[in-house]
């Protein structure tokens, strides 16, 4: 199993690392994929963050999961770059495409939230024509997950370790980084 997250300036940083972090224990190969000019990515709160690749160098056709973080800005970066919006139209035909908090208005704009259950930051409600939302913390409607925020990016990242890998995994993790409900 293969995961891309998606960096871009302006993210926010522990609903995409939280995420990395989970996958990897998890045994799932999580790159972290630059979608701005350089590896360096400038998170919300100005914590430096290096990209693994940039996003142009990555083969898709071994990927399984994309996920894009939140982060008003990072969200706004993620849709301004091309490779991330054609994978992420191409990802919602037949693999797992995930996102969170902003990031899921990303998707409603794009079209691939019509007639889906969804959940988003209340904050982006407004921007999720066509989603049925939920207010939720984690939602998955066919192959798309979608997060509310921050608050929700553990129970997000389980739900990938489950879709990716099984439920097993899942609570072998939330044991051993003795996380409780």
């Known amino acids: 199993m293969k995961a891309i997250v998606f960096l871009a300036d302006g993210f926010e940083e522990c609903e995409g690392l939280?995420?990395?972090?989970?996958?990897?224990?998890?045994?799932?190969e999580t790159v972290m994929a630059s979608a701005?000019?350089?590896l360096l990515i400038d998170s919300s709160r100005h914590i430096k963050v290096m990209a693994d690749v940039m996003a142009a160098d990555v083969d898709f056709d071994t990927v399984d999961l994309i996920v894009l973080p939140g982060g008003r800005l990072?969200?706004?970066?993620?849709?301004?770059?091309?490779?991330v919006v054609e994978k992420c139209r191409e990802f919602a035909e037949s693999k797992h495409l995930?996102?969170?908090?902003a990031a899921?208005?990303?998707?409603?704009?794009?079209?691939?939230?019509?007639g889906k259950?969804?959940?988003c930051h209340p904050d982006f409600e407004g921007h999720m024509a066509g989603a049925k939302?939920?207010?939720?913390?984690v939602v998955v409607d066919g192959n798309i997950i979608t997060g509310q925020g921050l608050g929700a990016s553990f129970d997000f990242a389980f739900e990938l370790v489950n879709i990716?890998?099984?439920?097993?995994?899942?609570e072998q993790i939330k044991r051993a980084i003795c996380y409780k409900q």
């Open 18 to 28: 939280i995420v990395v972090d989970i996958l990897r224990r998890a045994g799932v």
């Open 36 to 38: 701005m000019d350089e």
């Open 74 to 83: 990072g969200t706004e970066n993620l849709g301004a770059n091309k490779i």
């Open 98 to 101: 995930a996102a969170i908090c």
């Open 104 to 114: 899921p208005s990303l998707l409603a704009s794009l079209g691939l939230l019509e």
């Open 117 to 119: 259950e969804a959940t």
């Open 133 to 137: 939302l939920t207010g939720t913390s």
């Open 164 to 170: 990716l890998v099984g439920s097993g995994m899942t």
